[in-house]
T-cell receptor, first 110, second 118 residues
Framework: SQQGEEDPQALSIQEGENATMNCSYK?????LQWYRQNSGRGLVHLIL?????REKHSGRLRVTLDTSKKSSSLLITASRAADTASYFC??????????FGKGTRLSVIA | GAVVSQHPSRVICKSGTSVKIECRSL??????MFWYRQFPKKSLMLMAT?????????EQGVEKDKFLINHASLTLSTLTVTSAHPEDSSFYIC??????????????FGQGTRLTVV
């Protein structure tokens, strides 16, 4: 069964607004990673947060991790039309394969 | 950064034929690679773990005789869809991690292969 569950499944915002996506998982993890996928393409790694970390930033991206609630959030600030894509969280317990959530389809309207 | 190359990106084949998809790690060695399948607007489902020099580990419900995996070298894994049927049409993606960097590293993904069986 899938580990992560993203929320919302779809999100539509105006350019310049912030987009927040949430992810919940079920078991203990080593790290949690966020990926982006443009339609019909491969996945691009965005950010990795370890289980002992609570927050991480990368450019316009901010990721939080709450291991007590088994949840993570991805915030994209000042969104752009080019941010339109599907976003997936994925978890691993180390060298195990990544287990993906269902993804959030983000549409940024110019 | 590390790159995983997947080929072909698109393939159309007739029912009953076999299709081979290649996944290469370009600048790192990968003793383990992962094969995923993705249906339209759905998430990635792990199909199998490809192990260099040994048999692949398949997820429950994935037919190993249908989806043949070979990991003959530290930089190449192949997935062969045998006797393809229209229901095998899907997006297949491979992934690998640079395991010399330990478990807390990102996974790199191939560009994916869009398989259409007619």
């Amino acid at each position: 069964s899938q580990q992560g569950e993203e929320d919302p499944q779809a999100l539509s915002i105006q350019e310049g607004e912030n987009a927040t996506m949430n992810c919940s998982y079920k078991t203990s993890i080593n790290n949690l990673q966020w990926y982006r996928q443009n339609s019909g393409r491969g996945l691009v790694h965005l950010i990795l947060i370890r289980s002992n970390e609570r927050e991480k930033h990368s450019g316009r991206l901010r990721v939080t991790l709450d291991t007590s609630k088994k949840s993570s959030s991805l915030l994209i600030t000042a969104s752009r039309a080019a941010d339109t894509a599907s976003y997936f969280c994925a978890t691993t317990t180390g060298n195990t394969p990544l287990v993906f959530g269902k993804g959030t389809r983000l549409s940024v309207i110019a | 950064g590390a790159v995983v190359s997947q080929h072909p990106s698109r393939v159309i084949c007739k029912s009953g034929t076999s299709v081979k998809i290649e996944c290469r790690s370009l600048d790192f060695q990968a003793t383990t690679m992962f094969w995923y399948r993705q249906f339209p607007k759905k998430s990635l489902m792990l199909m199998a773990t490809s192990n260099e020099g040994s048999k692949a580990t398949y997820e429950q419900g994935v037919e190993k005789d249908k989806f043949l995996i070979n990991h003959a070298s530290l930089t190449l894994s192949t997935l062969t869809v045998t006797s393809a049927h229209p229901e095998d049409s899907s997006f297949y993606i491979c992934s690998a991690r640079d395991q010399t960097k330990g478990g807390n590293t990102e996974a790199f993904f191939g560009q994916g292969t869009r398989l259409t069986v007619v």
